[in-house]
């Protein structure tokens, strides 16, 4: 297989963490690039020329971070990223996830080519908002709460998704102002899966 990706993209790191979590690491190239590049090699792949994309040993062409994982836990060894008794509570996870992802990158994105100005915008108030919103969520999430760490989707994308904001947006400080919720993330990310797929 092959996978797309870069190093600073909280979808990339994933699928990066799902590929060590299922074994499936050692059968995949990863194939670092630019998605906005025009002349990217990513955009013969794929017309929507975003990462993570993933080509299958068949050649089919998978993108989006989600889509990509499930397909991999179909494929891998090992414990179940969606575990058939949990399933609600990890799309819950999952989608929660997903959602402080993008306000989190598109945050970033959003002042890196207009500037922070554009945090004072409806679009950049509602982003920052739902950040807001959403660490008060997890923090008081029951799995967070009972300090369940299994690294199943629904935990590996918040896990992610709060690196990601450490990362690029450590004003939030999410670490100090909800201490159960820094205490749960750093039982997740414990293991080589996270260690060797750190942000750069």
Known sequence: MQL???TSSPYARVVRVCLYEKQLIERTELCWCDPWAADSELVQITPLSRIPTLVTDEGDVITESLLIAHYLDAVGEGPSLMPSKALAET???AGLGQGLMDAAFNVVIGRKYAGN???TTLLGQRRLKAIERTLITLNAHPSV???SAQRTLGAITVAVALAYISFRLPAFDWQNRYPTLHAWQAKVVE??????????
């Open 4 to 6: 797309y990706l870069n």
């Open 91 to 93: 799309l819950v996870l």
């Open 117 to 119: 100005e554009v945090d």
């Open 145 to 147: 709460l009972a300090g």
């Open 191 to 200: 293991g080589e899966s996270f260690a060797l797929t750190e942000f750069e």
